[in-house]
């Protein structure tokens, strides 16, 4: 789906199509490739402090990708890499250790039977458009499937796709305090 609530083309399903609640905005967005969590509000200094680069909020996400990077590549990621001729700010990165648990991606990744693919955690503090996977195709391990699932103190956890939730009172105080705002 489009992570806006309205289409000009018409086409496609929007956030309209899910979240019944209205004057609500998503901060930040996911490409049509990605999933996992978002984040809507109706709060406009929380919103700018989110999508603010110059606050670095930390966003995480569970990315598979192809082959099995080395410990070299993956102390490259997390040094910075080149991407549109800038290079990226340093990002936490490591191996998890099983696949992890998700339902069934629609349409489902393209799988080649002679290439292993691996998850990896990534934890980037800038977000530029497509950021994740103009990193992982740089160091030459294309990303195959991209899921965002942690949002600052926020987590994904076990939200079905298409669901959404009002915050608790605890993760509001978390976000909040983190980006030194009272929500």
Not at 50 to 67: C, F, I, K, M
Not at 108 to 114: A, C, D, N, S
Not at 127 to 154: E, F, K, Y
């Amino acid at each position: 789906m489009l992570s806006q609530f309205t289409d000009r083309q018409g086409e496609r399903l929007t956030l309209k199509d899910y979240i019944p609640v209205g004057g609500v905005y998503p901060v930040g967005r996911l490409d049509r490739d990605s999933e996992g969590l978002m984040l809507l509000s109706n709060h406009g200094l929380l919103q700018n402090r989110l999508s603010d680069p110059a606050q670095g909020h930390p966003r995480t996400y569970w990315v598979q990708v192809e082959r099995i990077p080395s410990p070299e590549t993956l102390a490259a990621l997390a040094a910075g890499v080149m991407v549109q001729g800038k290079l990226t700010r340093p990002a936490q990165v490591q191996y998890l250790p099983s696949e992890p648990v998700l339902p069934p991606r629609v349409p489902p990744i393209r799988e080649r039977k002679t290439v292993p693919t691996c998850w990896l955690e990534l934890t980037l503090r800038e977000g530029r458009n497509r950021q994740v996977r103009r990193m992982t195709a740089a160091v030459g391990h294309p990303t195959l499937r991209l899921v965002r699932v942690q949002i600052g103190p926020l987590q994904l956890a076990d939200l079905p796709p298409g669901q959404w939730r009002s915050l608790r009172g605890a993760e509001l105080q978390a976000l909040g305090q983190g980006l030194g705002l009272s929500l």
